[in-house]
Nanobody
Framework: QVQLVESGGGLVQAGGSLRLSCAAS????????MGWFRQAPGKEREFVAA????????VYADSVKGRFTISRDNAKITGYLQMNSLKPEDTAAYFC????????????????WGQGTQVTVSS
């Protein structure tokens, strides 16, 4: 069982940066792949980034590639999403998720979810 709690969201101007954290409970977190997803009002939840269990492999949505960086610290059982050069279209609730095995791009393939943290980017 893994429980996830996101933090770090907030209001930022376009071009600014935020760092989201995903604190996990459970010693098995280090064996889980982790993903970040986001959901804007009226839209489906979409993939943002994912990282494998060791942190050696990462993947990004085209819309955030080069601006966002996903990472994890298994000793601290915490994952991160560094978001730079934020745009108004990045405004959404951001969720971290975990799954056993490799990372996936589809939300329903993740077993565990956090409650989400709101990111609002003003123009």
């Amino acid at each position: 069982q893994v429980q996830l709690v996101e933090s770090g969201g907030g209001l930022v101007q376009a071009g600014g940066s935020l760092r989201l954290s995903c604190a996990a409970s459970g010693r098995t977190f280090s064996s889980y792949a982790m993903g970040w997803f986001r959901q804007a009002p009226g839209k489906e939840r979409e993939f943002v980034a994912a990282i494998n269990w060791s942190g050696s492999a990462t993947v990004y949505a085209d819309s955030v590639k080069g601006r966002f960086t996903i990472s994890r610290d298994n000793a601290k059982i915490t994952g991160y999403l560094q978001m730079n050069s934020l745009k108004p279209e990045d405004t959404a609730a951001y969720f971290c998720a975990a799954r056993s095995g490799g990372y996936r791009y589809i939300p329903r393939e993740y077993e565990y979810w956090g409650q989400g943290t709101q990111v609002t980017v003003s123009s």
